[in-house]
């Protein structure tokens, strides 16, 4: 009987902690928490993405009565922030608010300082962005079929622009750009500000963006949206197709983020921490932040984590491959 690399390391994970017991962690949830929980947020403060963390942490103090701390630590694309998380004690009292370059940085960095599925255990994911392809109205396209006409009969004159180098948003451009049936030049930029700035400039004809910071320039025509990402279609944007209404069901990227614990947290101690962030996800003061943000609610299991992990490793080193930025596993 095949067994798979996670399950492997789990039992071997359980067998250590047999031998070898833990001192100061507790070892079923009744306890859980009893001091300062810190959530690690690998972006720098008062981004997005640390709003949406702190947002979360606030919901979790009122409910467990104790203080939980966002520590911002950015740096080597999430990489310095999970390190930290990797290395501290399995006691349930760290956490680390990962997004997905947790499942591409194994393909596209030449080394990490910890193992992506031997020194994390996934808790649950808490929210997901879609991307919305745009274009400068200078653009003659007005759907995405007119622009993969247009791109594919001038492709020289067009590049890809994407907020990193190595992110899932050059993953996912590229991912779309090849079912448009082009290669592009990519041109990274360093935050989104930038990037949008050259789109409503004109320097830039299209890109793909997660739309919440593009929303009100969409609203006011500076920029047009010809199709979003996902199975349904925006609220905000009810007019605009999704890429599989349009012939590009293919395109299943997305923007998670969610919780991960260092390796050998109790498990009881997991499950309280799933069930907990579940409900306040569900929670209509959770989904009404969601709103203004253009985000979603995204409730899994640590189970249903785990397995979305290992869906997504191997399909970001496929990707990374057809983008040339795949560097070969230690």
Known sequence: MKISRRALLASLAALSAMSMPAVGQPQDADS???KMVRIV????????TSNAARFLADKLAAKWGQPVIIDNRPGGNTVIGSSMVAKSEADGYTLLFANTSHTINPSVMPSLPY????????????????????THPSMPARDIRELVQQVRADPDTYNLPTVGATGVGRLAGESLTQLMGVKLQNIPYKGTSDLATNLMGGQLKFALEIPGFYLPH???????ALAVSGDTRMPSLPDVPTLKEVGFGAFD????????APAGTPEPVIEKIAADVTEI???PDFA????????????????GFAALIDQEIPKYREQ???ANIAVEPK
Request: hydrophobic share 35%.
């Open 32 to 34: 859980y928490p009893n």
């Open 41 to 48: 947020v690998p972006f720098t403060s008062g981004g997005g």
């Open 115 to 134: 193992d992506t599925l031997r020194d994390f255990a996934p808790v649950c994911t808490v929210l997901v962005n879609r991307f919305v392809l745009l």
């Open 218 to 224: 969409i609203k006011s025509g500076k920029l047009h």
């Open 253 to 260: 990227t997305q923007s998670w983020y969610g919780l991960l």
């Open 281 to 283: 996800v569900q929670s």
């Open 288 to 303: 009404t932040y969601l709103e203004t943000i253009q985000s979603e609610p995204m409730v899994n299991t640590p189970e």
């Open 320 to 322: 990374a491959k057809l």
